[in-house]
């Protein structure tokens, strides 16, 4: 006699008849309609910085789900595998959307984003993280995945790094105390913390020891 | 007494609140079809008109009530600022708390335009009404050893979400040095756009110090001390490296987070270009305060 389902199988039961490709869709929109309204005015009387922002909180939020796969399947064993690939480009994408309007519309000089890369740390510090997402967005696709093998999850594990650059840049450019970048720094060390598989962390120490 | 300085800046008095509108909207739209750049000169140093009084009050740094922009329009409706009073104390012959009416009353009146330069890389225009700081302090008696003049701004928790939150060391205080206070161009300004100071601007009084970054004129203020010593300033006190005790705007002197050597004139639209910030901010006129003076050392 077949089990019940339990609630997580029904879930993915239900995922498995939605396919990813309409995050792209949500992905590009939510880009368009942010450039609208900075646009017509509705970011307010500033919208170059305003709308550099919306780029960038959308693509902290988006790194936050990504990492947020594993932990939910492991924890949960509901499984959002399928749509991760479209998360993880999505992100790079609103980091690129992010970079473009920092270099053109604010910084707008070659040289001015030249020497703030090289000056200003939290500038630093968000460079490498997009720069360090150039190769995961390129190689997110099935020929990659068969042609690098074993390599390209190493490759991909990359992204922990990247994602605490990201916050890092982000409480870094703050003034004063404020909150919300450090919840998603705290976001962001848990959901890595949940990937680790602590048992058998700590039983590999104590054989080494 | 009064009327020691007089603008330069122009204010076209005769158009109205809704003409400013459309002028910027005509600028967005031309931003729009690619003409970014012209519509950014024209709004440059030569005729820099004032900003619309809906940019200058909804654009606001004022962390009492949160540190977005576009907070302290949301939430300073909340500032009480009936009764209010203004301790004056120090190194005064006058010392006392007086009702803001009685502090400024007799004083002239005057409106100012005036550049703001935010320590943040952004500009805007501003037609303050206000009176001199020279005209309160020769009232209150200024002692001769005074060499200070330290401002703290209003704590009002249960008002005030960023004091709950403790966004920054509360009660907001700055400071000046006497000669500084006592330039002309130093106004305590009680209105902008001939109309009440609006609470996210600072009411009902606050300081204006053209040449100086934005956060040295400190808004909402309860109490003025007469000091013989350099007063503790909030945002030096956070960041020393950062933010000085002079903080004269200086596009040659950085931040050590980003460029101060140009700045955006808020309300040019999405595509509005930078423009170069000017020594003092385009005020010449207190360059002999600071001879002599290492203004890299004692930004």
């Known amino acids: 006699m077949a089990r019940p389902l339990t609630t997580a199988q029904k879930i993915n039961g239900a995922l498995r008849r939605v396919p990813a490709w309409p995050l792209y869709v949500l992905g590009a929109l939510w880009a368009a309609f942010l450039f609208w309204q900075a646009l017509t005015g509705r970011l307010g009387v500033e919208p170059i910085n305003a709308l550099e922002r919306e780029y960038g909180d959308t693509a902290l939020k988006l790194l936050v789900a990504g990492l947020a796969v594993t932990p939910l399947l492991r924890y949960t064993r509901v499984s959002l595998l399928k749509f991760r690939r479209a998360i993880g480009l999505l992100t790079f994408f609103f980091v690129l959307a992010h970079f473009l309007v920092w270099a053109l519309l604010d910084v707008q ?58 916050a890092v840049h982000y409480i870094w450019l703050a003034k004063g105390f404020q909150i919300e970048p450090l919840v998603y720094l705290g976001l962001i060390l848990g959901l890595l913390a949940a990937r680790i598989r602590w048992a058998r962390f700590f039983a590999d120490r104590t054989v080494r020891a | 007494m009064a009327h020691r300085w007089t603008n330069d800046l122009t204010r076209t008095d005769v158009t109205p609140r809704g003409l400013f509108m459309n002028r910027r909207q005509i600028i ?32 606001n740094n004022y962390y009492e009530f949160g540190t977005g922009k576009t907070d302290p329009a949301k ?65 209150a008696g200024v002692q001769s050893n005074a060499r200070y003049v330290a401002f703290e701004t209003a704590v009002q928790p249960e008002n005030m979400p960023g004091v709950r939150r ?35 601007n600072g009411a009902p009084i606050r300081l204006v110090v053209p040449w100086k970054y934005g956060f040295k004129s400190i808004k909402s203020i309860v109490r003025i001390s007469l000091v013989e010593d350099e007063p503790p300033t909030t945002w030096n006190r956070l960041a020393p490296n950062e933010y000085g005790f002079y903080a004269n705007v ?19 639209g999405l595509f509005s270009s930078r423009q170069d910030t000017l020594m003092y901010n385009g005020y010449d006129e207190v360059a002999s305060l600071y001879e002599g003076m290492d203004l890299a050392a004692q930004f």
């Not at chain 2, 012209?38 to 909804?58: H, R």
């Not at chain 2, 009073?85 to 502090?103: I, K, M, Q, R, S």
């Not at chain 2, 040659?252 to 040019?268: F, K, N």
Request: charged share 20%; glycine share 10%; proline share 6%.
């Open chain 1, 109 to 166: 000089s070659f040289g001015r984003v030249w020497a703030d890369i090289l000056k200003r740390p939290y500038v630093t510090v968000g460079m490498i993280a997009f720069l360090g997402l150039i190769p995961l967005a390129l190689t997110s696709n099935n020929l990659s995945i068969r042609r690098l093998g074993r390599s390209w999850r190493r490759l991909h594990q990359l992204v922990y790094g990247i994602a605490i650059l990201g």
């Open chain 2, 28 to 59: 967005q739209a031309g931003g729009a079809l690619g003409l970014a750049g012209l519509g950014g000169q024209a709004a440059a140093q030569d005729t820099p008109e004032p900003n619309s009084f809906e940019e200058i009050t909804s654009y």
């Open chain 2, 75 to 139: 939430n300073a409706e909340a500032l009480d600022t009936s009764d209010w009073t203004v301790t004056v104390d120090g190194l005064v012959d006058n010392p006392g708390t007086y009702p803001l009416a009685e502090l400024i009353d007799g004083l002239t009146v005057e409106e100012r335009i005036y550049r703001l330069r935010c320590v943040e890389a952004w500009s805007m225009v501003v037609p303050w009404q206000g009176i001199e700081l020279k005209d309160i302090l020769d009232r």
């Open chain 2, 166 to 200: 403790g966004v920054l060391d509360f009660p907001y205080v700055e400071g000046l040095r006497l000669d500084e206070a006592m330039h002309p161009l130093t106004i305590m300004a009680t209105g902008l756009y001939d109309q009440p100071m609006p609470n996210q």
């Open chain 2, 250 to 268: 200086n596009p040659t002197v950085d931040h050590p987070r980003w460029s101060q050597a140009t700045e955006r004139r808020i309300g040019g």
